[in-house]
């Protein structure tokens, strides 16, 4: 996954055939995907994500605020945080249907995302694709593999349409179950433990 030049794209290299794979994609707003390199930890062709969506908010903005609330206005209840030195508003985002998600960092994944447009900042962290090219990087990656975050583009990259993936795509989705493990959860954090496994060969 490369940041610059824009627009942002993900790129697929396979062992013994190159770079497969190219397209354009969204990463965090504020610099919320950092740049480094980690494996894929968990899968999924569907899923839901709840979070918060940090929303930047100017030292003007701020300081009305304040202004106001020290002159007695009535005013509702806002916090505002530091967010990799932006003052931020956090705003409530439940999506229920989030398709060929690949977490590789944390809550951190490479999923599709229907965005008007791709190739520049936009998501709360995630590498977000478009909905065919998240269908085929999630069936050319797997377990382990390694996702490379970076600043600048490390290509060069093999044009579009290779060979290989014209072959079909032999997709079969793997379902896990977890169970919280709560002797070990606390309020920060919840720790759990796979119990079931399943494949299935139909797509979804």
């Given at each position: 996954?490369?940041?610059?030049?824009?627009?942002?794209?993900?790129?697929?290299?396979?062992?013994?055939?190159?770079?497969?794979?190219?397209?354009?994609?969204?990463?965090?707003?504020?610099?919320?995907?950092?740049?480094?390199?980690?494996?894929?930890?968990?899968?999924?062709?569907?899923?839901?994500?709840?979070?918060?969506?940090?929303?930047?908010?100017?030292?003007?903005?701020?300081?009305?605020?304040?202004?106001?609330?020290?002159?007695?206005?009535?005013?509702?209840?806002?916090?505002?945080?530091?967010?990799?030195?932006?003052?931020?508003?956090?705003?409530?985002?439940?999506?229920?249907?989030?398709?060929?998600?690949?977490?590789?960092?944390?809550?951190?994944?490479?999923?599709?995302?229907?965005?008007?447009?791709?190739?520049?900042?936009?998501?709360?962290?995630?590498?977000?694709?478009?909905?065919?090219?998240?269908?085929?990087?999630?069936?050319?990656?797997?377990?382990?593999?390694?996702?490379?975050?970076?600043?600048?583009?490390?290509?060069?990259?093999?044009?579009?349409?290779?060979?290989?993936?014209?072959?079909?795509?032999?997709?079969?989705?793997?379902?896990?179950?977890?169970?919280?493990?709560?002797?070990?959860s606390t309020a920060l954090s919840v720790?759990?433990?796979?119990?079931?496994?399943?494949?299935?060969?139909?797509?979804?």
């Open positions: 996954m490369t940041k610059f030049p824009r627009p942002e794209e993900i790129h697929l290299f396979m062992g013994g055939h190159g770079w497969i794979f190219q397209s354009k994609a969204n990463t965090g707003v504020m610099h919320a995907t950092p740049d480094g390199t980690w494996p894929i930890y968990a899968r999924d062709t569907h899923t839901a994500m709840v979070g918060r969506f940090p929303i930047p908010v100017s030292h003007a903005q701020i300081r009305l605020y304040e202004a106001a609330k020290s002159a007695g206005y009535a005013l509702q209840s806002v916090h505002y945080s530091r967010y990799h030195h932006h003052w931020v508003e956090y705003q409530h985002y439940d999506d229920p249907d989030i398709r060929w998600v690949n977490y590789f960092d944390r809550g951190r994944a490479v999923h599709f995302y229907p965005r008007a447009n791709y190739g520049f900042p936009q998501s709360a962290g995630c590498v977000e694709l478009p909905k065919s090219a998240a269908h085929k990087v999630y069936g050319l990656i797997h377990y382990g593999t390694p996702v490379t975050v970076s600043h600048a583009a490390i290509g060069p990259w093999d044009p579009p349409g290779s060979k290989y993936l014209k072959q079909p795509l032999n997709i079969k989705p793997i379902h896990l179950a977890y169970r919280e493990i709560a002797a070990k720790h759990l433990q796979l119990v079931e496994t399943s494949v299935s060969d139909a797509n979804h």
